[in-house]
């Protein structure tokens, strides 16, 4: 059939093999530590911090303040990857929220989630940065203008058919571009803060000077500067999409997560002041591009280097963008919540390629028709109220289900932190300005149960579409995998 019938067990207890007594195929554990770090660091490490600073600034109102933000969204990003932590211990398999939300709470919830999350949330937030990518990587052909929507566009879409090769070829390919982009946009963000290290030793300290004057305390104006300063910590999961392909999962999972975000909060903060040192506040608010405006004013000619380091950050991210993202898709496909081809992998590459093409072709369509700046806070909305059922997840196991084995454990206030965080991130916005927008993600969430019912619940499967299936595996050279759970 087009869509996997699943045997409904206690899945937190056991997992059936389908395929006991049969050789097994799956995608193969290629993510160690190292890897781990980069694929968290490589992805959370995007556009955001090169554009994102002066919106937190404009939101709240000065720079103490806005720093403080920043600092309060890295230990939110932390306390949030450590619950998560302790979730890909006790169900040790890939899918993220996906399969937490599926483990937990049942396959309703579960397919909605993966339903947004497919066709909305992913292929949109990787349009975004592949779109970001594009403004930095063609802005010097276009001295003192704006670059031309077409070239835009056409740029980022060529930006994402080289990651859908890259990671439809091998997955140490795309973990080894991973690496590598990592390592390029950690060299950059570290020529940024000795630069504002230096400004700050010659004494260009003045906007740090009565740095609390003007805060804004209003909740939605909070709320919205969240947003901004979270867009450049999402990511922070993305390790938990890859179980199943990571070496030792138990021990890679929390080390890579405990050495990766610490290290992105701290470089978030010390770039901050560097911007902050270069240049006022209000040069800072009335800045396009905050990082290029820096570089003008503290490397001079030299200052092309900083949108060559943006185009390759942003390419870096949205590589571990696309490579988790992916893998919502194949793992939803394959507990039946999708169509079947979907759960496949390619037979010599060992990578979920028809899952990879889908959120391309989805990612594409965004494109099209979507602007960068468009999508922030509509993405975090959506990110926030799916972590905040996540998390309440946790809470449940750590209360009711206490003997679960599991590697780590977080302590119990860690969680409920992070899902006050969670009610107050989706509430806010609503509370303080209410937009028709919100309404409409609400309706496009729910119009999942358009489809839920038939196709998963009574299991009403056309048979066109199984020869359709058919013909699709023939032609990408895919067949069926079974989980690893270790």
């Not at 996997?4 to 097994?24: A, I, M, Q, V």
């Not at 306390?79 to 998560?84: N, R």
């Not at 590459?349 to 093409?357: E, G, I, W």
């Not at 965004?366 to 999508?375: A, K, L, N, R």
Request: glycine fraction near 8%; include cysteine; aromatic fraction near 12%.
């Amino acid at each position: 059939s087009t869509m996997r019938e699943r045997k409904t067990t206690d899945p937190l207890h056991s997992s059936t093999d389908l395929s006991e007594g049969k050789e097994k195929f799956r995608l193969k554990q290629e993510v160690g530590l190292i890897s781990g770090v980069s694929l968290i660091a490589g992805t959370m490490i995007g556009s955001g911090i090169f554009m994102s600073p002066e919106w937190v600034l404009h939101h709240m109102g000065n720079p103490a303040s806005s720093l403080l933000i920043w600092a309060a969204c890295g230990l939110l990003a932390m306390f949030g990857a450590l619950s998560y932590a302790e979730l890909g211990t006790i169900i040790k398999e890939s899918g993220g929220e996906y399969i937490y939300i599926l483990r937990i709470f049942g396959s309703f919830p579960a397919f909605l989630f993966a339903y947004t999350s497919v066709i909305l949330v992913r292929p949109a937030g990787l349009a975004a940065v592949c779109l970001s990518f594009a403004e930095y990587a063609i802005a010097p052909f276009y001295p003192g203008c704006s670059s031309p929507q077409v070239a835009v566009k056409c740029t980022a879409a060529a930006c994402i058919l080289i990651l859908t090769i890259i990671n439809c070829l091998n997955v140490r390919l795309a973990t080894s571009v991973m690496n590598i982009f990592t390592a390029a946009k950690l060299l950059a963000l570290l020529v940024i803060v000795v630069g504002g290290l230096v400004l700050l030793a010659k004494g260009q300290t003045q906007s740090f000077q009565n740095g609390f004057q003007g805060t804004s305390a209003g909740i939605g104006a909070v709320g919205v500067a969240f947003y901004q300063g979270l867009w450049s910590y999402d990511g922070w999961n993305n390790l938990n999409y890859v179980t199943e392909e990571l070496k030792k999962p138990e021990v890679t999972l929390p080390r890579a997560l405990m050495i990766a975000i610490p290290l992105v909060t701290c470089l978030y903060l010390l770039v901050n002041v560097s911007y902050l040192a270069a240049m006022t506040p209000s040069e800072l608010l009335s800045s396009g591009a905050v990082a290029v405006t820096w570089g003008d004013k503290v490397l001079g000619s030299w200052a092309w280097l900083i949108s060559l380091s943006v185009a390759l950050s942003t390419f870096g991210s949205s590589n571990g963008t696309f490579f988790s993202g992916g893998r919502v898709c194949y793992i939803a496909a394959r507990e039946g919540h999708m169509p079947d081809i979907l759960s496949m992998a390619h037979v010599r590459c060992l990578t979920p390629s028809p899952a990879l093409l889908f959120t391309s072709a989805m990612s594409l369509i965004m494109i099209v028709s979507g602007s960068f700046t468009s999508i922030v806070n509509f993405f975090s909305f959506m990110a926030w109220l799916f972590y905040g059922m996540t998390i309440s997840g946790l809470l449940y196991l750590k209360i009711k289900k206490p003997e679960l084995p599991r590697s780590y454990k977080v302590p119990i206030i860690i969680p409920i932190i992070v899902l006050m965080a969670a009610v107050y991130l989706v509430l806010a916005p609503i509370i303080d300005q209410p937009q028709i927008e919100i309404l409409y993600i609400v309706l496009f969430i729910f119009s999942g149960i358009i489809f839920y019912f038939p196709l998963v619940r009574f299991k009403y499967h056309p048979r066109f579409l199984q020869r359709v299936t058919l013909h699709l595996q023939l032609l990408l050279e895919v067949a069926p995998t079974t989980k690893d759970t270790n």
